[in-house]
């Protein structure tokens, strides 16, 4: 079993910065796609950003260039770091692991961005 905890969300100005992270227990993180997604109140949950283990890393279009995802296997975090916030931003951003055919879940962390 895997457990993932995120945290580093909060309240933030447009124009501002926060950094998510995702800590996992319970299991050997490196082998480890580890995707952030967001859900905005009404509106489906996206992927943002993959990290996968042979390095690969995605982004969706809206956030390139602002988002950057990294990840430490020896302390078995990803961080998201989020600069140049935009409202359209706002939403729970939850953390996924993936390894073969099984996944977890975080339990989300709320970013909301003023105008």
């Known amino acids: 079993q895997v457990q993932l905890v995120e945290s580093g969300g909060g309240l933030v100005q447009a124009g501002g910065s926060l950094r998510l992270s995702c800590t996992a227990s319970?299991?050997?993180?490196?082998?480890?796609?580890i995707e952030w997604y967001r859900q905005a109140p009404g509106k489906e949950r996206e992927l943002v950003a993959r990290?996968?283990?042979?390095?690969?890393?995605d982004y969706m279009e809206s956030v390139k260039g602002r988002f950057t995802i990294s990840r430490d296997n020896a302390k078995a975090t990803v961080t998201l770091q989020m600069r140049s916030l935009k409202p359209e931003d706002t939403g729970i951003y939850y953390c996924?692991?993936?390894?073969?055919?099984?996944?977890?879940w975080g339990q989300g962390t709320q970013v909301t961005v003023s105008s």
């Open positions: 996924k692991a993936q390894i073969w055919s099984r996944s977890w």
């Open positions: 319970g299991s050997t993180f490196s082998g480890f796609i």
């Open positions: 990290n996968a283990p042979n390095g690969n890393i």
